[in-house]
């Protein structure tokens, strides 16, 4: 799958965030954590770029509170999600 290079900015940072705590899924991470680690670029391209990730089916978002509010939003990879953001992680 050809992701962009915002993208895999987004999918590298979420073992980086607060809440990517090592495993190789990745569930309940809240999406604050995972932007506060991007600095490539503003938080209204992030929007897009969770956004473009949701459509290629690689995380999905769960609004906690039903208020549509992204402080209260966490995210969750897909199998195919998780599988790639384990191959974009830096080997050890």
Known sequence: MKLTEMET??????PKSNFGDGSDTYDGIWV???TDEI???SAA????VISS???KDLIYIVDNEGNGKAKDM???GTEAGNKII???KPKS
Do not use: D, H
């Not at 900015?9 to 979420?14: E, T």
């Not at 391209?45 to 897009?48: D, H, L």
């Open 39 to 41: 600095t490539e670029y």
């Open 74 to 76: 966490w995210l969750a």
């Open 86 to 88: 384990n191959n974009l």
């Open 32 to 34: 604050w954590s995972v």
């Open 45 to 48: 391209q992030a929007r897009g």
């Open 53 to 55: 990730l949701v459509k």
């Open 9 to 14: 900015i987004f999918l590298k940072a979420i």
